[in-house]
Nanobody, 125 residues
Framework: QVQLVESGGGLVQAGGSLRLSCAASGGTFSNYAMGWFRQAPGKEREFVGAISWSGGSTNYADSVKGRFTISRDNFKNTVYLQMDSLKPEDTAVYYC??????????????????WGQGTQVTVSS
């Protein structure tokens, strides 16, 4: 099973940007679709976006569409979440997750069975 470690979280003012990274190890990274999720205090974990194994297909939650961009580098075994035009309501712990899809399907979704430990993003108003 792949192991995931997120980094890049921090404190930023509203309107600012952050880029999160998620480094994978222990598996063949290009066999996995990758997703980003977040959990705000007192709320359930919610889907942010996902990217297929090739990077050719992405999917985003409506709340972040047009502001967040997911990309991946299969040579570096890393997936990224570029967050622009941040809002206070984006404050949450952000998690990356991996779904084994193989390379026959290029859908940005799957059974996300491996999770990172999360990284805190705080957006001040």
């Amino acid at each position: 099973q792949v192991q995931l470690v997120e980094s890049g979280g921090g404190l930023v003012q509203a309107g600012g940007s952050l880029r999160l990274s998620c480094a994978a190890s222990g598996g063949t990274f290009s066999n996995y679709a990758m997703g980003w999720f977040r959990q705000a205090p007192g709320k359930e974990r919610e889907f942010v976006g996902a990217i297929s194994w090739s990077g050719g297909s992405t999917n985003y939650a409506d709340s972040v569409k047009g502001r967040f961009t997911i990309s991946r580098d299969n040579f570096k075994n890393t997936v990224y979440l570029q967050m622009d035009s941040l809002k206070p309501e984006d404050t949450a712990v952000y998690y990356c997750a991996a779904a084994m899809t193989g390379q026959n399907s290029d859908h940005p979704w799957g059974d996300f069975g491996s999770w990172g430990q999360g990284t805190q993003v705080t957006v001040s108003s």
